[in-house]
């Protein structure tokens, strides 16, 4: 009977974990690249979709800019009711207190003080700086993807290293208690292999641990919404390994590079040309507008038959109109000071950042030149750590060398291990980082 239980459970529990497996998004299930998970990120990541709704919102600002240039149509109706003695009339005639009129009227600025061609430049200039904004967002983004994609590979190869670490110092526990069952060694041997492996082995777990984080960490950049009846180890399969090929570009090439493709910079470009064209705006206060203006009305005749309502006069309209504001109370003054102050603090802005773009090169290529000279350096440590093992190995068994020998010779492997992961992790990241500090990737996104 408790056979019979324990097969229906297994079962059940093999049919639930089918049907998950059936619900489960395709990503899943199938092997992820790099370049994959940037193409999702593309098309599902929650900061590049609020960027591309900016974008879109930006693109009616555009319009709203370009408006104030464009004729204007007009049209108009009216239909009053007035008491006869509030109506002026000439002797002996009776006007009529009811009375209608509509029109459509179309209005052209001709000139408005330079407004209308800065209004055309400055709906230019949003559109490129909004464009400018959007490949911001979605160099960092991708900047981060790429990131996350190399954590998990290194959380990986971690738990690789630590499980080699934590068996190879278990198989040094288990021939310290065969020598000691022997009598060839005392017992105190076998208790620092057991502490040697009990120390290892919160290595591993934080590996673990850090590994199911880092694939969390991939899947909320990607977009993903996982399904509830995934656990805490999201089974992301990435293809990728890291990338130990050499890239040689020299510093003022790459200053030079970024200064030309940096989208920040093209940002703050084209907020300076908007501030220069709004200095344009205000000082049109000083200066006449023209206005054009044509139509066509229908209103109700005053004398023939007034009270006829019926009875429509109508006809073509056409004339223009100037004015011109002779002293508005110091307004146009004050906008004009505060248009050249903000022109002023956004040339400053745009110098700042530029100095702070080279900051970024120089420093992330200092990082980038610190990590290929640690892969380079941990090239032979790994072979150099395995043949000191073998050798204290050796020493031990001939009764030369002591126990502490073998155990720093295999603490001292795995840490050549893992400082050979952490090298290869951080030279792709440096890489990564100052790809996107001279703007490699920016032709990619435009």
């Known amino acids: 009977m408790k056979k019979l239980t324990l097969l229906s459970l297994l079962v059940v529990t093999a049919v639930a974990v089918s049907a998950a497996e059936t619900n489960a998004p395709a990503w899943l299930s199938r092997p992820l690249s790099q370049a994959d998970c940037i193409n999702i990120a593309l098309a599902q990541n929650a900061d590049i979709l609020k960027a591309k709704s900016d974008l879109k919102a930006s693109a009616g600002v555009v319009v709203q800019t370009r408006a104030v240039a464009l004729p204007t149509l007009q049209a108009s109706s009216q239909v009053k009711h007035s008491e006869p003695q509030a109506i002026e009339s000439f ?99 076998v208790l620092r292999a057991e502490v040697a492996v009990a120390n290892a082995k919160p290595n591993l777990f934080h590996a673990r ?48 590079q970024a200064l030309e493709r940096r989208t ?48 429509t006069i109508h006809g073509w309209n056409a004339g223009g109109q100037l004015t011109w504001n002779i002293f508005d109370g110091a307004l146009t003054i004050g906008k004009v000071q505060q248009a050249k102050a903000l022109y002023k603090k956004s040339q400053t802005e745009l110098e700042d950042r530029s100095r702070q773009v080279e900051l970024n090169v120089r420093t992330s290529y200092s990082d980038y030149l610190e990590a290929r000279e640690v892969l380079d350096s941990q090239t032979k440590v790994q072979e150099q750590a395995e043949e000191a093992l073998r050798e204290a190995n050796a020493r031990f068994d001939a009764g030369t060398g002591t126990q502490l020998d073998v155990l720093d010779a295999e603490t001292s492997l795995t840490q050549a291990r893992t400082t050979q992961v952490q090298a290869l992790h951080d030279y792709d990241a440096a890489r990564a980082r100052f790809e996107r500090a001279i703007g490699a990737e920016q032709a990619s996104v435009k």
């Open 264 to 311: 920040e910079l093209q940002d703050l470009r084209e907020q300076v040309e908007l501030q220069r064209l709004n200095i344009v705006n205000a000082k049109s206060g000083y200066k006449p507008t023209i206005q054009a203006f044509a139509g066509y009305g229908w209103n109700n005749s005053q004398f023939v038959d007034p009270g006829d309502l019926s009875y």
């Open 91 to 189: 002797p002996n005639s009776t006007p009529p207190n009811n009375n209608w009129n509509s029109g459509i009227q179309i209005v052209q600025g001709i000139y408005e003080g330079g407004k209308l061609i800065a209004a055309i430049q400055a709906a230019s200039a949003t559109k490129r700086q909004s464009i400018a904004q959007y490949q911001t967002q979605v160099a960092d983004t991708l900047l981060a993807v790429r990131l996350a994609y190399y954590d998990v590979l290194l959380a990986a190869q971690q738990i690789t290293v630590n499980e080699a670490s934590v068996k190879l110092l278990q198989k040094e526990l288990d021939d310290q208690q065969r020598r000691y069952d022997a009598g060839t060694v005392p017992h105190f041997n």
């Open 209 to 256: 641990s850090q590994y199911r984080i880092a694939k969390n960490v991939l899947s909320n950049l990607l977009g993903y919404n996982l399904p509830r009846e995934v656990l805490e180890d999201i089974p992301l399969n990435l293809t990728d390994s890291f990338d130990t090929a050499p890239w040689d570009i020299i510093l003022p090439d790459a200053i030079q």
